[in-house]
């Protein structure tokens, strides 16, 4: 297992974190995993063996820090553990958001769930414009203060919130993010076009969640086909694609196919082993059903990809250019960054 650097921390994160999301198991999470503890147990021990350090939940996925926090004991000193606060779990006008009212206490009833005295990344679940940011990082200096976190990420973000807590931060000299969680896959690239210039220029770890875009690039899905039995249900994502985009789509997942044939292995390591190649990306969750899938999504740690199988990749799943990048890529490519080359490179 890689180990990376996250963001300008003095943290190592192995490059694949597990998601333990799928350990929830209740709700609306059902159709995701399940909340046998057992079967819980045994894929954290898989993750464990591989040399995985990161595990990944959130006060929102049902029951998955509790089911976390019963794994952990007696061996919380191995992982690093990150969990997120912005949604509510119970009723209340407070109960949701980014104030130090529903922080703070979102923050505590984290670390009674999952049994520990500390949290090493505490990542905030989304964006919450009626609370002033001066407000949140105040709240997050009085839990770093108090030895309950010790870094603190974004998650959800937009390019200029990410920022603007950046920028109050430096001017309260307070906290600052060291990493942000979002989409990233071969099938979402949405990220390159703000976020991750963003991430260069300002050096923040990326942690890519749904790097297999719920499934969609796990080889179960293919051109004129029904979705498999067991999948989740319909194709992940169908309901918001344009004409371009799901040709875009398709060709990946053939170029996809076809490497994971030379190769021998399965799409979804290929898939993943591609959103590792990118630029600031400090590690991506990855989360499984089952022990089956696990095991397939771990092969990534091992698969490097050639720079003739990622120009592939690239050329087939390359998404249009959005304004003002178009506009500066036809007018002011004789002076780009090397943030601005992380998006604008490959249309040079």
């Known amino acids: 297992m890689e180990y990376r650097q996250l963001g300008r921390s003095g943290l190592m994160v192995s490059a694949l974190s597990f998601g333990t999301m799928t350990l929830g198991g209740d709700g609306g999470f059902a159709k995701m995993g399940s909340s046998d503890r057992g079967a819980a147990m045994r894929q954290v021990d898989a993750c464990l063996d591989a040399?995985?350090?990161?595990?990944?939940?959130?006060?929102?996925?049902?029951?998955?820090?509790?089911?976390?926090?019963?794994?952990?004991?007696?061996?919380?000193?191995?992982?690093?553990?990150?969990?997120?606060?912005?949604?509510?779990?119970?009723?209340?006008?407070?109960?949701?958001?980014?104030s130090r009212h529903h922080l703070i206490e979102a923050c505590e009833d984290s670390l009674r769930r999952l049994r520990t005295d500390h949290i090493d990344l505490y990542q905030l679940h989304g964006w919450d414009g009626r609370t002033p940011v001066e407000e949140t990082l105040g709240a997050l200096d009085h839990l770093l203060a108090a030895g309950k976190i010790r870094?603190?990420?974004?998650?959800?973000?937009?390019?200029?919130?990410?920022?603007?807590?950046?920028?109050?931060?430096?001017?309260?000299?307070?906290?600052?993010?060291?990493?942000?969680?979002?989409?990233?896959?071969?099938?979402?690239?949405?990220?390159?076009?703000?976020?991750?210039?963003?991430?260069?220029?300002?050096?923040?770890?990326?942690?890519?969640?749904s790097p297999l875009s719920g499934g969609l690039l796990s080889g179960k899905y293919r051109q004129g086909e029904p979705a498999p039995a067991g999948a989740r249900g319909s194709i992940p994502g169908a309901d918001h694609w344009t004409a371009e985009s799901e040709a875009r789509i398709y060709r990946t997942i053939d170029e996809l196919a076809g490497i994971a044939t030379e190769r021998g292995v399965a799409a979804s390591a290929v898939a993943l082993a591609w959103v590792l190649a990118r630029p600031q990306v400090a590690s991506i969750i990855v989360g499984a059903r089952d022990e089956r899938q696990l095991t397939q999504n771990l092969a990534a740690a091992e698969l490097t990809l050639s720079a003739e199988e990622l120009d592939r990749l690239e050329r087939a799943s390359r998404p249009p250019l959005l304004y003002p990048y178009w506009h500066q890529l036809r007018h002011a490519s004789d002076r780009l960054a090397a943030a601005d080359l992380s998006l604008l490179g490959p249309y040079l």
């Open 51 to 98: 040399g995985i350090n990161l595990l990944d939940t959130a006060d929102a996925y049902a029951q998955s820090e509790e089911v976390l926090g019963e794994i952990l004991q007696g061996r919380r000193a191995r992982w690093l553990v990150a969990t997120k606060a912005r949604f509510a779990r119970a009723p209340g006008v407070n109960a949701a958001g980014l």
């Open 151 to 209: 870094y603190v990420g974004v998650s959800n973000f937009s390019a200029w919130h990410v920022m603007k807590m950046i920028g109050a931060a430096a001017a309260m000299r307070s906290v600052a993010p060291v990493a942000q969680q979002v989409h990233y896959s071969l099938a979402n690239r949405d990220i390159e076009q703000e976020l991750v210039p963003l991430a260069i220029d300002q050096g923040l770890g990326i942690l890519a969640w």
